[in-house]
């Protein structure tokens, strides 16, 4: 019986490997647009991250008066609509097509849970802005949080919300975005529903009731 280091080993081997993140061929149906969502929703993380870095090197206040920051500030923006756009349309097409088929319910949990996280993300960014429209916002959610026994979460408090925005949030968020990828790569993406009009699938179906 192997030990818990040899199973280890050759899960990591499959994890790690090169045939599992850079595979030479692709099934016929991944090949679409609809297909590429994933991709697109992982590329607009890549730029909030990078864009994000570069604004929180050079501060808060740096959008505020700098012209270089605001572009980077805009673009940061713009990656979040970009992000959530593609993520949702993402959604949509795992769910009309079966995603959690095959093995691969773990998978569409985890992307379900990097939504759900995505979304107080977003949040916590908009309340780092220092203006009237957040700092109305932090006093609504403060309210509903204290409602919910949450009262620790000070909203209207910048540096707290700007440590969240910046590091815990985006950290547990890339974390789960990273395994969602993980587990895509080694399932696989999951097959179009069977067309029962074809001739195929009808003596599959019918070998399957005998």
């Not at 090169?18 to 297909?35: H, K, N, R, S």
């Not at 050079?58 to 979040?80: I, L, Q």
């Amino acid at each position: 019986m192997a030990n818990w280091t040899q199973t280890s080993q050759k899960r990591l081997q499959s994890i790690l490997s090169v045939e599992t993140w850079l595979p030479d061929t692709m099934p016929e149906y991944a090949q679409g647009f609809m297909y590429m969502l994933g991709s697109l929703t992982a590329s607009s993380f890549v730029v909030l991250v990078i864009s994000g870095l570069v604004l929180a090197a050079n501060g808060p206040a740096s959008w505020s008066y700098n012209g270089a920051m605001r572009f980077v500030a805009a673009t940061h923006f713009w990656g979040v609509q970009a992000f959530f756009f593609f993520m949702m349309l993402h959604l949509w097409r795992v769910f009309f097509t079966g995603a959690w088929r095959g093995g691969r319910g773990l998978t569409w949990l985890v992307g379900s849970i990097a939504l759900l996280l995505a979304i107080p993300t977003a949040f916590t960014g908009f309340l780092i802005n220092g203006d009237l429209y957040s700092e109305w916002n932090a006093v609504q959610a403060k309210d509903g949080l204290n409602a919910l026994g949450l009262g620790w979460v000070n909203l209207t408090n910048a540096g707290q919300m700007f440590g969240m925005h910046v590091i815990v949030m985006p950290l547990v968020l890339a974390f789960f975005i990273g395994l969602h990828i993980t587990r895509v790569r080694l399932k696989s993406v999951v097959p179009p529903y069977p067309d029962k009009s074809s001739p195929e699938t009808r003596i599959q179906m019918r070998e399957r009731g005998r």
